[in-house]
């Protein structure tokens, strides 16, 4: 997927909006987690470097649907948990000190007479961040109104936001509808890069790994890992119990997906006619229903009874996946083994993110999407151990199911003319 990039553009003098993804977590007014605005400063840099006016544009949670809510419960709601405004005092101690980017400012709209003055008002090397766009109902209904007041801002339409690229919305599709250049930012274009390897032509070993609860999240990458006959295919988490009541294992009270069971079957039936290696946990961490405080411990799969709830992969497993990433040269993984969010049971998530590092050390490329998967990384302190951390969640997952993504088919080609 050829796009252009702010790399093939003159952007001196010109104002350029960016849709940035900056929708990270906030608890009391402060930023917990700035992976994403970090991800988007060597995007915003290069721009200002280059004598851009730099207009940033994102969201931030669902403030309508939260109003929604609120008006039903008879509550107030409180619009100012949804203010970018601690973003952009984060972004602004990410930033200070980058010569490239002169002055920044925040706007408390991000349409109408106000938002014009302080884009009119920028000058080259300057940085604005626009109010979350996501107070406005046109820009999730992409409205192409809105989207036309979006673009009336600017000259130039950056997409550097992959995580929302799945979306059709105002700010990703919507407004390249009425901007004639309309390319990547170094992020996206680094997604693209490393995500399309995996569609592409990947190095071989290659292996996935997939965890989380449910298999029907995962069947359409499934699905395509097994057409792009990826040579093994690890499968973790909760749902991997589907897999295992598909066998007729006894999987006591964990969570299952019974209106999946056929499809479970369909699944390894594939992956054995295609020659894929599809591995299963033989062991996992139990606790007893009726006691789960004091009765954690490890069993093969085998041993499971009807009282047992399943909530990480187990020690032997751990070892089998690590085993399987021996000299694999390309990694895709997405999804915890287990409740990752709940100690002990995030240990067979913490074994992977260690056997993913191990191999990317001995030459293998590695992506790692989804969120408990790269707090694994960073929890486990590897960031610097995997060859690209994916900002998307559902665009990723998306991505590598083969889908086309809005907000990427609407940038301008490489063989595009741009003005």
């Given amino acids: 997927m050829q796009k252009r990039t702010i790399k093939d553009i003159d952007v001196n003098g010109k104002r350029v909006f960016v849709r940035v993804d900056f929708n990270v977590p906030v608890k009391d007014g402060v930023v917990t987690d700035d992976t994403r605005i970090r991800a988007a400063i060597p995007t915003i840099r290069d721009l200002a470097g280059r004598g851009a006016k730099v207009i940033l544009a994102s969201h931030l949670g669902r403030p309508l649907k939260e109003k929604k809510k609120a008006e039903e419960a008879g509550k107030e709601f409180d619009a100012a948990k949804f203010s970018l405004a601690p973003v ?227 020690i032997e497993t751990a070892a089998i996946f690590a085993n399987a990433l021996k000299g694999a040269k390309t990694l895709v993984w997405n999804g915890p083994m287990g409740m990752f969010e709940e100690k002990p049971f995030d240990q067979g998530t913490i074994a992977v993110a260690k056997a993913v590092a191990e191999a990317t050390d001995n030459g293998a490329v590695s992506i790692v999407g989804g969120g408990d998967s790269v707090a694994a990384i960073k929890q486990a302190r590897l960031e610097d151990h995997i060859s690209h951390i994916s900002t998307g969640g559902g665009a990723t997952l998306e991505f590598l199911a083969g889908d086309v993504l809005p907000g990427v088919a609407a940038l301008n080609d490489k063989n595009e003319a741009v003005v």
């Avoid at 996501?134 to 000259?155: Q, S």
């Avoid at 093994?232 to 009270?253: D, H, Q, W």
């Fill in 88 to 314: 952009f005092a984060r972004f602004n101690e990410l930033v200070e000190g980058i010569e490239e980017i002169r002055e920044t400012r925040f706007a408390v709209n991000c349409v109408g007479a106000e938002v014009s003055e302080a884009v009119n008002a920028l000058g080259e090397g300057d940085v604005l961040l626009l109010e979350n766009l996501r107070l406005h109902p046109g820009e999730e209904k992409n409205d192409p109104e809105f989207a036309k007041r979006l673009a009336a801002l600017c000259d130039i339409y950056v997409n550097d936001a992959f995580g929302t690229a799945h979306r059709a919305h105002a700010s990703t599709e919507g407004i390249t509808h009425f901007v004639d250049t309309c390319v990547a930012g170094l992020l996206m274009e680094k997604e693209l890069d490393y995500l399309g390897r995996v569609l592409g032509s990947p190095e071989r070993p290659f292996v996935a790994i997939l965890g989380g609860a449910k298999v029907s999240d995962k069947i359409p990458v499934i699905d395509s890992l097994i057409e792009r006959k990826v040579d093994k295919l690890l499968i973790g988490g909760a749902m991997a119990y589907t897999f295992f009541k598909a066998n007729g294992y006894t999987i006591g009270k964990s969570l299952v997906e019974n209106d999946m069971l056929d499809r479970a079957k369909e699944i390894e039936a594939r992956a054995n006619s295609a020659g894929v290696e599809l591995l299963l946990p033989t062991d996992h961490q139990v606790v007893d229903s009726v006691d789960p405080l004091n009765s954690q411990k490890t069993i093969p799969i085998d041993f499971t009874n009807a009282g047992h709830v399943g909530l990480d992969i187990g």
